[in-house]
Protein backbone atom coordinates (compact mmCIF):
# COMPACT_ATOMS: atom_id res chain seq x y z
CA UNK A 1 0.00 0.00 0.00
CA UNK A 2 1.42 3.37 -0.98
CA UNK A 3 1.04 5.78 1.85
CA UNK A 4 0.56 9.67 1.35
CA UNK A 5 3.62 11.69 2.99
CA UNK A 6 0.58 14.44 3.89
CA UNK A 7 -2.57 13.44 4.24
CA UNK A 8 -5.20 15.93 4.35
CA UNK A 9 -9.46 15.65 5.63
CA UNK A 10 -12.12 17.61 5.28
CA UNK A 11 -14.06 15.56 8.17
CA UNK A 12 -18.16 16.76 6.86
CA UNK A 13 -21.15 14.81 8.10
CA UNK A 14 -21.00 15.28 11.92
CA UNK A 15 -24.25 17.28 12.12
CA UNK A 16 -26.19 15.19 9.58
CA UNK A 17 -25.14 12.14 10.91
CA UNK A 18 -27.21 12.96 14.29
CA UNK A 19 -30.21 14.52 12.68
CA UNK A 20 -30.39 11.36 11.02
CA UNK A 21 -30.69 10.09 14.14
CA UNK A 22 -33.38 12.67 15.47
CA UNK A 23 -30.75 14.19 17.95
CA UNK A 24 -29.18 17.73 18.51
CA UNK A 25 -25.93 18.00 16.06
CA UNK A 26 -23.46 18.51 19.10
CA UNK A 27 -24.07 14.87 19.28
CA UNK A 28 -22.54 14.27 16.15
CA UNK A 29 -19.69 16.26 16.91
CA UNK A 30 -19.39 14.23 19.93
CA UNK A 31 -19.01 10.78 17.65
CA UNK A 32 -17.00 12.79 15.23
CA UNK A 33 -13.86 13.55 18.28
CA UNK A 34 -14.22 9.65 18.90
CA UNK A 35 -13.52 9.38 14.47
CA UNK A 36 -10.95 11.89 15.24
CA UNK A 37 -9.19 9.45 17.50
CA UNK A 38 -9.61 6.37 15.45
CA UNK A 39 -7.87 7.96 12.44
CA UNK A 40 -5.32 9.42 14.10
CA UNK A 41 -4.34 6.26 15.56
CA UNK A 42 -4.61 4.24 11.97
CA UNK A 43 -2.42 6.88 10.35
CA UNK A 44 -0.03 6.50 12.80
CA UNK A 45 0.01 2.94 12.62
CA UNK A 46 0.34 2.95 9.16
CA UNK A 47 3.42 5.51 9.09
CA UNK A 48 1.44 8.42 7.76
CA UNK A 49 3.75 11.33 8.95
CA UNK A 50 1.87 14.28 8.52
CA UNK A 51 -1.96 14.51 8.79
CA UNK A 52 -4.37 17.70 8.75
CA UNK A 53 -7.70 17.92 9.60
CA UNK A 54 -10.19 20.57 8.77
CA UNK A 55 -11.65 20.83 12.06
CA UNK A 56 -13.33 24.48 12.27
CA UNK A 57 -13.39 26.94 9.51
CA UNK A 58 -13.50 31.00 9.13
CA UNK A 59 -17.04 30.68 8.05
CA UNK A 60 -18.09 28.39 10.71
CA UNK A 61 -18.42 31.35 13.37
CA UNK A 62 -21.70 31.60 11.36
CA UNK A 63 -23.30 28.92 12.68
CA UNK A 64 -25.67 29.57 15.62
CA UNK A 65 -23.78 30.53 18.84
CA UNK A 66 -25.06 27.92 20.87
CA UNK A 67 -23.15 25.45 18.58
CA UNK A 68 -20.17 27.41 17.90
CA UNK A 69 -20.05 27.68 22.23
CA UNK A 70 -20.51 23.69 21.92
CA UNK A 71 -18.05 23.28 19.47
CA UNK A 72 -15.60 25.24 21.42
CA UNK A 73 -16.49 23.47 24.56
CA UNK A 74 -15.68 19.85 22.81
CA UNK A 75 -12.27 21.54 21.05
CA UNK A 76 -10.95 22.08 24.38
CA UNK A 77 -11.93 18.97 26.34
CA UNK A 78 -10.23 16.74 23.01
CA UNK A 79 -6.84 18.94 23.56
CA UNK A 80 -7.34 18.38 27.22
CA UNK A 81 -7.98 14.55 27.24
CA UNK A 82 -5.38 14.04 24.71
CA UNK A 83 -2.67 15.07 26.01
CA UNK A 84 -0.86 12.09 27.47
CA UNK A 85 -1.74 10.12 23.96
CA UNK A 86 -0.16 12.70 22.04
CA UNK A 87 2.94 12.52 24.60
CA UNK A 88 2.64 8.81 24.35
CA UNK A 89 2.69 8.07 21.24
CA UNK A 90 4.86 10.94 19.72
CA UNK A 91 2.27 12.74 18.18
CA UNK A 92 3.24 16.52 17.47
CA UNK A 93 0.29 18.98 17.21
CA UNK A 94 0.65 22.08 15.14
CA UNK A 95 -2.33 24.35 14.37
CA UNK A 96 -3.11 26.32 11.68
CA UNK A 97 -5.89 29.80 11.16
CA UNK A 98 -6.54 32.44 12.57
CA UNK A 99 -6.67 31.01 16.14
CA UNK A 100 -6.89 34.89 17.79
CA UNK A 101 -10.24 34.52 17.71
CA UNK A 102 -10.81 31.54 19.60
CA UNK A 103 -11.94 31.39 23.45
CA UNK A 104 -9.29 32.30 25.43
CA UNK A 105 -9.30 29.51 27.53
CA UNK A 106 -9.15 27.35 24.42
CA UNK A 107 -6.36 29.16 23.00
CA UNK A 108 -4.27 28.29 26.81
CA UNK A 109 -4.89 24.53 26.10
CA UNK A 110 -3.69 24.85 22.52
CA UNK A 111 -0.84 26.86 23.16
CA UNK A 112 0.31 24.25 25.87
CA UNK A 113 -0.38 21.40 23.82
CA UNK A 114 1.28 22.79 21.07
CA UNK A 115 4.60 23.67 23.37
CA UNK A 116 4.54 20.57 25.18
CA UNK A 117 4.39 18.27 22.16
CA UNK A 118 6.76 19.92 20.17
CA UNK A 119 9.99 17.64 20.39
CA UNK A 120 7.71 14.66 19.11
CA UNK A 121 8.50 13.27 15.24
CA UNK A 122 6.49 10.49 14.70
CA UNK A 123 3.10 11.98 13.51
CA UNK A 124 2.39 15.66 12.77
CA UNK A 125 -1.21 16.54 13.45
CA UNK A 126 -2.30 19.83 12.45
CA UNK A 127 -5.94 21.11 13.31
CA UNK A 128 -7.13 23.82 11.01
CA UNK A 129 -8.95 26.42 13.46
CA UNK A 130 -10.80 29.24 12.52
CA UNK A 131 -8.83 28.59 9.30
CA UNK A 132 -9.80 29.79 5.67
CA UNK A 133 -7.33 29.53 2.48
CA UNK A 134 -8.61 33.45 1.41
CA UNK A 135 -7.72 34.66 5.00
CA UNK A 136 -4.42 32.58 5.08
CA UNK A 137 -3.47 34.17 1.69
CA UNK A 138 -4.00 37.61 2.21
CA UNK A 139 -2.76 37.50 5.47
CA UNK A 140 0.79 36.12 3.77
CA UNK A 141 0.47 38.52 1.23
CA UNK A 142 0.17 41.53 3.43
CA UNK A 143 3.09 39.97 5.43
CA UNK A 144 5.38 39.78 2.50
CA UNK A 145 4.29 43.42 1.50
CA UNK A 146 4.88 44.68 4.93
CA UNK A 147 8.59 43.04 4.15
CA UNK A 148 9.04 44.74 1.24
CA UNK A 149 7.80 48.05 2.53
CA UNK A 150 10.33 47.46 5.15
CA UNK A 151 12.88 47.10 2.73
CA UNK A 152 13.80 43.61 4.31
CA UNK A 153 12.69 42.16 1.24
CA UNK A 154 12.78 42.47 -2.49
CA UNK A 155 10.37 41.67 -5.12
CA UNK A 156 12.11 39.71 -6.99
CA UNK A 157 12.86 37.53 -4.23
CA UNK A 158 9.58 36.44 -4.02
CA UNK A 159 9.22 33.48 -5.22
CA UNK A 160 6.38 29.98 -4.77
CA UNK A 161 8.85 28.89 -1.88
CA UNK A 162 9.34 32.39 -0.29
CA UNK A 163 5.50 32.50 -0.58
CA UNK A 164 4.86 28.98 0.79
CA UNK A 165 6.56 29.48 3.90
CA UNK A 166 4.52 33.19 4.72
CA UNK A 167 1.85 30.26 4.87
CA UNK A 168 0.60 28.79 8.12
CA UNK A 169 1.70 25.77 6.44
CA UNK A 170 5.32 26.67 6.64
CA UNK A 171 7.41 23.40 6.53
CA UNK A 172 4.40 20.79 5.51
CA UNK A 173 5.12 19.42 2.37
CA UNK A 174 1.53 19.63 0.38
CA UNK A 175 -0.90 17.14 0.89
CA UNK A 176 -0.35 14.29 -1.50
CA UNK A 177 -4.16 13.47 -0.89
CA UNK A 178 -7.21 15.10 0.17
CA UNK A 179 -10.10 12.59 1.70
CA UNK A 180 -13.81 14.81 1.66
CA UNK A 181 -16.68 12.94 3.63
CA UNK A 182 -20.59 12.91 3.42
CA UNK A 183 -21.03 13.07 -0.32
CA UNK A 184 -19.99 16.88 -0.93
CA UNK A 185 -17.85 17.21 -4.06
CA UNK A 186 -16.32 20.38 -3.29
CA UNK A 187 -12.65 21.55 -1.14
CA UNK A 188 -14.77 24.55 0.86
CA UNK A 189 -11.50 27.26 1.58
CA UNK A 190 -9.10 24.73 2.46
CA UNK A 191 -5.40 24.39 1.87
CA UNK A 192 -6.45 26.40 -1.74
CA UNK A 193 -2.57 26.82 -2.78
CA UNK A 194 -1.52 23.78 -0.82
CA UNK A 195 -3.40 21.60 -2.91
CA UNK A 196 -2.47 22.65 -6.41
CA UNK A 197 -1.57 18.55 -7.17
CA UNK A 198 -3.22 16.83 -4.69
CA UNK A 199 -5.17 13.77 -5.50
CA UNK A 200 -8.81 14.05 -4.10
CA UNK A 201 -11.00 11.63 -2.83
CA UNK A 202 -14.78 11.58 -1.97
CA UNK A 203 -17.03 9.20 0.21
CA UNK A 204 -20.96 9.39 0.78
CA UNK A 205 -19.75 8.06 4.42
CA UNK A 206 -20.81 10.73 6.84
CA UNK A 207 -17.78 11.40 9.13
CA UNK A 208 -18.88 10.05 12.64
CA UNK A 209 -18.96 6.60 10.28
CA UNK A 210 -15.67 6.87 8.49
CA UNK A 211 -13.87 3.90 9.69
CA UNK A 212 -10.11 2.53 9.35
CA UNK A 213 -11.45 0.47 6.87
CA UNK A 214 -12.65 3.24 5.07
CA UNK A 215 -9.14 4.99 5.21
CA UNK A 216 -7.97 2.22 4.01
CA UNK A 217 -10.29 2.24 0.78
CA UNK A 218 -9.07 5.87 0.29
CA UNK A 219 -5.19 4.54 0.82
CA UNK A 220 -5.85 1.61 -1.82
CA UNK A 221 -7.68 4.45 -4.37
CA UNK A 222 -4.48 6.66 -4.03
CA UNK A 223 -2.48 4.23 -4.59
CA UNK A 224 -3.86 2.88 -8.08
CA UNK A 225 -3.57 6.49 -9.52
CA UNK A 226 -0.89 7.36 -11.81
CA UNK A 227 0.62 11.14 -10.35
CA UNK A 228 1.55 13.13 -13.39
CA UNK A 229 2.06 16.49 -11.68
CA UNK A 230 1.53 17.90 -15.34
CA UNK A 231 3.67 15.68 -17.47
CA UNK A 232 2.55 13.01 -20.00
CA UNK A 233 2.03 9.17 -18.47
CA UNK A 234 5.10 8.26 -20.14
CA UNK A 235 7.10 10.38 -18.67
CA UNK A 236 5.78 9.84 -14.91
CA UNK A 237 6.26 5.92 -15.74
CA UNK A 238 9.81 7.09 -16.64
CA UNK A 239 10.65 9.08 -13.51
CA UNK A 240 8.93 6.83 -11.00
Same mark, same amino acid.
Given at each position: +? ?22 ? #? ?8 ? =??? /?????? #? ?10 ? @? ?20 ? @? ?7 ? +? ?10 ? $? /? ?11 ? $? ?6 ? /????? *? ?18 ? *? ?11 ? %? ?8 ? *? ?5 ? %????? =???? +??? /? ?29 ? @? %? ?20
Amino acid at each position: +MRIPQHLAIIMDGNGRWAEQRQMP #RIFGHRQGVE =TVR /SVVKEC #RALGVPHLTLYA @FSSENWGRPASEVAALMELLGL @FLAQELETL +MAEDIRLRVIGN $T /SLLPVEVRQVLDD $TIKRTAEN /SRLVL *TLALSYGARDEILRAVKGLA *TEVEGGELAISDI %DEQRFSAALD *TAGLPDP %DLLIR =TSGE +MRI /SNFLLWQLAYAELYFTDVLWPDFSADELRRA @F %DDFAARQRRFGLTAAQSVSDS
